[in-house]
């Protein structure tokens, strides 16, 4: 199956924004969702956020909720994460997929995982 594609990483000071780009194929028919994931050196992966691809239905983890906004755009075939108020402990390699199960926020139910794209928050 295609692989999605992340883009939009990069260095940024402590609260600034990083507009994360998702880009994504057949939706939204092979897909329910499409989640954000991140991991830093020495951790496990965890979850972000997710959308669902029919309602635009979302959820956040507790670390980044009111902070971040994840929306997906159906006529583009993309889903963006809007990063705002970013801190040091923001820094990872961030990573989308898709899912079949609709609000799953495991990463071992996600599929077509993108290559990642590097945020690293500095001061």
């Known amino acids: 199956q295609a692989q999605l594609a992340e883009s939009g990483g990069g260095l940024v000071q402590t609260g600034g924004s990083k507009r994360l780009s998702c880009a994504v194929s057949?939706?939204?028919?092979?897909?329910?969702?499409v989640g954000w994931f991140r991991q830093a050196p020495g951790n496990e992966r965890e979850f972000v956020a997710l959308v669902t691809w029919r309602t635009g239905t979302t959820a956040y983890a507790d670390s980044v909720k009111g902070r971040f906004t994840i929306v997906r755009d159906k006529d583009k075939n993309m889903v963006y994460l809007q990063m705002n108020s970013l801190k040091a402990e923001d820094t990872a390699v961030y990573y989308c997929?898709?899912?079949?199960?609709?609000?799953?926020?495991?990463?071992?139910?996600?599929?077509?995982w993108g290559q990642g794209t590097q945020v690293t928050v500095s001061s």
């Open positions: 997929a898709e899912t079949v199960i609709v609000g799953s926020t495991h990463s071992v139910d996600y599929d077509n």
């Open positions: 057949e939706r939204p028919f092979s897909s329910a969702a």
